[in-house]
C-alpha cells in the first residue's frame, strides 16, 4: 500500500504544480506554506475544471493528460513573472504557532484514518467512484454508462476525474480515492489563511483552522469521499476571493475567483445556486460603488458558468441524461402542504447549519459574525456579501426541498440536509475572522 | 475523553483570556478575541472526544484485509461479492448487461443491486432495457420469466438458502 500512496501523492504533485501555475498567472507567488496550500486549491480546481472539458473533447484520461494541463499551466504562471510582493500577513505568535501545530497534528491522525478507509457510503460507490472508474476504464466519457445511473447521470465531473487521478495513480485501486478528499481538507486551512492573513489577526486564524480539522462533519465528510466536502472547499473559497476583490481591490483575486466558482459548478448541481447567489450579491454590492468591478464580477461568474456549466449541459442534453429531480420521474404526491413542507425543511436546515455536534463552533461563529458585522461600517459589505448569499441559498434549498418527489421531506431530509449545508456553513465559518477582524477596527477606531 | 476535554476546556477559559488578548493585541472583551476564546474552547473541549472516535475507527477499518475493504459496500447491503466474480468471469468485459431481482427479495438489496453491479461490474456497462442488453443477470427470477430468449444459462448459487442467480446472454 505505502507504494501506491506515494505514486497518489506523486500524481497530486502534478495537481500542485498546476496550481502553482494558476497562481503565477493570478499574479502571487509562493511565499510560505500558507501559499502552498492555496496553490494546491488552486491546482485541483483548475485540474478538475480542464480535464472535464478535455475528457468532453474526445481526448482519453491518463496520468499524462494530466501532466500536460499542469506542465502549460505551470509555464503560463512562470512565463507571466509579474507576481505582486506577498500582502504583509500580521505576525505569528508562538500561541498561534502551537494551534497550527494541532492542526497538522489533527490532519496527520486523518491521513492514517483515509488509508484504512474503504468506500462504505453508497453514494460514494454508488456514483462518485463508478464514474471515475469509468473515465478511466473505458478511455473517455461514456454516455450509455452515465445513463445506467438515471438518479445521476447529468452530475458534473470534477470529483470523479480527481479521483481518476487517484485511481489510475494507484493501480487502479479505489481505496485510495479517499485521499483526494483528505489533500483537500489538508489544503483548507492553509488556503485561507493565505487568503486573510493580512488582515485578521494569526491567532484567530490558526483557531479557525484548528476547528476545521476538528469538526466532526468535515471530517466524516471527506473520509466517506462525498461531493459535498470538495464543492463546500470550492464555494468557501470563491467567497473569500470574492471578499478580496471587492473589499481589497486584490487584483490577483479575480482570476481566482473564477477559477474557484468554476470548480464549485464542475463539483456539484447545487453550485449553480451557491455560487449564482454568491456572484449576484457581489455584483449588486460592488455596483453601488463602481461599475466596472462589478462588470468585471459578472464577467468572472460569467466565465466559470461558461467553462463549467455551458459544455457539460449541452454533452449531457445531446446525449438525453439527466438525474432523478430533473428528469421527468413521476412525482409522487407529497403528505404535507407545500407550507408546511417550506416549514420543516427551513427550519431543519437552520438547525442542521448551526448544529454545534457536527460544526462545533464553525456554524454559530458565522451566522454571529454575520449579525455582528451587519453593525459594522467596515465589516458591513463583507456581511452583507456571506450573509445574502446563505439567505439566498437558503431559500432556494427550501424551494429544492418544496419541490422534492420523496412522499414526505423528512426522509429527504434527513438523507441529505447534513450535506447539503456544508457549503453554507464553510462559507460562514471563513468570512467571520475577516467580520470580526474589521467589525473590531471599527471598535478601535471610534473608541 | 469527554471530560478530560471539557476539562482542559475549563482551564483554558479560566487562564488564557487575557494571555489570548495580548497575542492578539486586542482587549479581552473585543470581539476578536471572544471569538478567538470561543473557537479555541470548542475545540479544545470537543478534540479529545472526536479524535479518541476517529482512532476507534483506525483501529476497526486497520483490521480490514483488502479484499473485504473493496468488497465492504456490497457486504453493507446484503449482497455477495462472490457471486459479482462469478459474473466477471461469465461476461465478456466489453459486454452490456441488464439486471433483475425478484420482487420479493428485501428492497433495500433491490434498491442497492444495480448500482453496486454498476460499480462493481465495470467496464462492462449495465443497460436497463434486458431487451437492448447482450448479458442478462437476474436474481431470484430465471431469465425464462422475462420474456426474453437467451442462451448460455448459467445458475449461480450463493448460499443455500439465498435466491438462485442466473447469468445468460441474450439471444438477438
Redesign the interface.
Known amino acids: 500500500m505505502t507504494v501506491d500512496v506515494l505514486r497518489v501523492l506523486a500524481a497530486n504533485g502534478l495537481v500542485l504544480a498546476a496550481g502553482v501555475g494558476v497562481l503565477g498567472l493570478a499574479g502571487r507567488g509562493l511565499d510560505g506554506p500558507a501559499a502552498v496550500a492555496l496553490a494546491y486549491a488552486a491546482g485541483a480546481a483548475a485540474v478538475g475544471v480542464v480535464v472535464p472539458l478535455a475528457l468532453l473533447a474526445g481526448l482519453p484520461f491518463s496520468l499524462w493528460l494530466v501532466g500536460a494541463v499542469a506542465v502549460v499551466l505551470l509555464a503560463a504562471g512562470v512565463a507571466r513573472r509579474r507576481v505582486a510582493p506577498p500582502p504583509p500577513a500580521l505576525r505569528p505568535s508562538r500561541l498561534a504557532l502551537v494551534v497550527w501545530a494541532g492542526v497538522i497534528a489533527v490532519l496527520a491522525l486523518l491521513f492514517v484514518d483515509v488509508l484504512y478507509q474503504p468506500l462504505w457510503s453508497p453514494d460514494a460507490w454508488g456514483i462518485w467512484a463508478p464514474k471515475a472508474r469509468s473515465i478511466v476504464l473505458h478511455d473517455a466519457l461514456d454516455a450509455e454508462f452515465m445513463r445506467s445511473y438515471p438518479n445521476d447521470a447529468d452530475y458534473p465531473l470534477l470529483l470523479p476525474s480527481l479521483e481518476a487521478l487517484a485511481y489510475e495513480a494507484s493501480g487502479r485501486s479505489t481505496l485510495l480515492l479517499d485521499l483526494q478528499h483528505w489533500l483537500l481538507l489538508a489544503a483548507l486551512p492553509g488556503a485561507v489563511a493565505a487568503l486573510v492573513r493580512d488582515r485578521v489577526p494569526a491567532l484567530l486564524v490558526a483557531a479557525l483552522a484548528l476547528a476545521l480539522v476538528v469538526a466532526p462533519s468535515l471530517q466524516i465528510q471527506a473520509a466517506t469521499a462525498l461531493a459535498d466536502f470538495p464543492l463546500a472547499v470550492f464555494v468557501a473559497l470563491t467567497g473569500l476571493t470574492a471578499w478580496r476583490w471587492l473589499e481589497l481591490g486584490d487584483r490577483s483575486a479575480l482570476g481566482l475567483l473564477a477559477l474557484f466558482a468554476a470548480a464549485a459548478l464542475a463539483t456539484k448541481v447545487e453550485a449553480r445556486l451557491f455560487v449564482g447567489a454568491l456572484v449576484a450579491v457581489a455584483v449588486v454590492l460592488a455596483w453601488r460603488s463602481s461599475r466596472r468591478t462589478a462588470a468585471l464580477t459578472a464577467a468572472a461568474g460569467a466565465a466559470a458558468a461558461l467553462v463549467a456549466v455551458v459544455p457539460w449541459l449541452a454533452w449531457t442534453r445531446r446525449h438525453d441524461l439527466a438525474n432523478y429531480y430533473t428528469g421527468g420521474r413521476p412525482d409522487r404526491d407529497g403528505e404535507e402542504s407545500r407550507v408546511a413542507r417550506a416549514g420543516i425543511a427551513s427550519v431543519r436546515l437552520v438547525a442542521e447549519s448551526l448544529d454545534p455536534t457536527s460544526w462545533l463552533l464553525l456554524g454559530l461563529l458565522g451566522a454571529a459574525a454575520v449579525v455582528l458585522g451587519l453593525g459594522s461600517v467596515r465589516a458591513r459589505r463583507a456581511a452583507v456579501l456571506a450573509g445574502a448569499t446563505m439567505l439566498v441559498s437558503l431559500a432556494g434549498l427550501v424551494w429544492v426541498y418544496l419541490n422534492t418527489p420523496f412522499r414526505t421531506v423528512d426522509s429527504y431530509l434527513d438523507h441529505s440536509a447534513r450535506r447539503i449545508v456544508t457549503s453554507l456553513v464553510l462559507l460562514a465559518a471563513v468570512f467571520a475572522p475577516v467580520l470580526l477582524a474589521s467589525a473590531d477596527e471599527d471598535d478601535q477606531a471610534s473608541s | 475523553m469527554l471530560v478530560l476535554g471539557l476539562a482542559a476546556a475549563a482551564a483554558l477559559l479560566l487562564l488564557a483570556p487575557a ?2 488578548a495580548a ?4 482587549p479581552v472583551r ?3 478575541s471572544l ?2 476564546l ?3 474552547a ?2 479544545v473541549a ?2 479529545p472526544f ?2 479518541w ?3 476507534e ?2 483501529r476497526y ?2 483490521r ?1 484485509t ?1 479484499q ?3 468488497e ?2 456490497a457486504n ?2 446484503g449482497l455477495d461479492e462472490r457471486v459479482f466474480d462469478r459474473i466477471r468471469a461469465l461476461v465478456p468485459p466489453d459486454a ?1 448487461y441488464a439486471i433483475e431481482a425478484a420482487p420479493d427479495i428485501d428492497w433495500r438489496r433491490r434498491e ?1 443491486l ?3 453491479a ?2 462493481s461490474l ?2 462492462r ?4 432495457d434486458p431487451a437492448r442488453a447482450d448479458w442478462v443477470v437476474s436474481w431470484g427470477v430465471p431469465p425464462s420469466r422475462l420474456n426474453l430468449e437467451v442462451a448460455d444459462e448459467t445458475v449461480i448459487v450463493a448460499h443455500h438458502e439465498a435466491p438462485l442467480w442466473y447469468v445468460a446472454r441474450v439471444v438477438s
Do not use: C
Not at chain 2, 497575542?23 to 486586542?26: D, P, R, Y
Not at chain 2, 456497462?125 to 436497463?128: K, P, S
Open positions: 494571555r489570548i497575542e492578539l493585541g486586542v473585543s470581539a476578536v471569538a478567538t470561543a473557537t479555541l470548542t475545540t470537543a478534540g472526536v479524535l472516535r476517529v482512532v475507527d483506525i477499518t486497520a480490514l483488502t473485504q475493504a473493496e465492504i459496500g453493507m447491503n452490456t442497492a444495480p448500482k453496486w454498476g460499480f465495470l467496464p456497462i449495465r443497460v436497463e
